[in-house]
């Protein structure tokens, strides 16, 4: 959806799409390989600029045959971080889930059992076949069926979230499009997500 819009918008501009971890994402924008990305913010980098697009809660996906399937909500000390299905490392969101998990004092210095993977939609089935549980972001789980959105919990509030933001470097000279790029996922965005009362969970990885 913000593509598109963005391209009736804008036509004359090129748009050149990558999928890349967020470290891979800061060493080209600092390198004038990219002019802008989006990620999970803050990433407390000098040399790079953010602007907050929208905060994104967390979401719990919890398979049929689990405990926690008959709670409406879940709060984060329902979370067993031996049996959380994660991204593979490198991307911010499987960071964010760690640094939850790590703020409340429910992860070990070592997990007797994990998967990971590079899809939501892998963890998704893994966590289907009784291989555990997983935590998705807001608008990920808007598009899923509804078979399978029976399985999602919300967390009660302050929900844990992540602030997603627009990100270019500070010597960029090009800010009339990512002027442009705010304005069209601002506007997409701004009537999907409406949670107010957040708790941000830092992208960084914690050593």
Known sequence: MCLKNFINKYPKFDLIIEEL????????????HLDAAIAATPL?????KEVVLYYEPFVAYIPENHENFDKKEIEISDLNMDEILLLQDGHCFRDGIVNLCKNKKIIADKFNFYIESGSFETLIKLADE?????????????DLNEKDKIKLRHFKDPKPARAVGLIYPKNELKIHIIEALQSVISGVVRGAIAFQDVQ??????KK
């Open 200 to 205: 941000i969970i830092s992208p960084i990885a």
């Open 21 to 32: 971890t967020t470290t891979e994402l800061i060493f080209k924008l600092k390198n004038g």
């Open 130 to 142: 009784g291989l555990g549980t997983t935590l998705l972001p807001y608008l990920h789980t808007l």
């Open 44 to 48: 407390e980098d000098e040399k790079i």
